[in-house]
């Protein structure tokens, strides 16, 4: 999978309030670990999901 907690997205179960409190409790707790996971996301992001990158593969498929 492209997404893996703790290391580029924080997952928490859906619909479940106490799961995403703890979720947050603990991001406020672990500074450092919020650190990483928004410098992971956003790196992430820029290589796969900005229209420039889209595009790109784009490319590469319709060139096969």
């Known amino acids: ?4 907690h ?3 997205i924080y997952v ?3 619909s479940n309030a106490a799961d995403l ?3 947050i ?4 707790e672990k500074p ?3 650190h990483t996971i928004a410098h992971n996301g956003y790196n992430l992001f820029r290589k796969s ?3 420039h990158s889209v595009g ?3 490319k590469e498929i319709i060139m096969i």
């Open 1 to 4: 999978s492209v997404f893996e």
């Open 6 to 8: 703790k290391k580029n």
């Open 12 to 14: 928490v179960k859906p």
């Open 21 to 23: 409190a703890l979720g």
């Open 25 to 28: 409790k603990e991001l406020y």
């Open 32 to 34: 450092e670990l919020l």
């Open 49 to 51: 999901y900005t229209p």
């Open 56 to 58: 790109r593969i784009l």
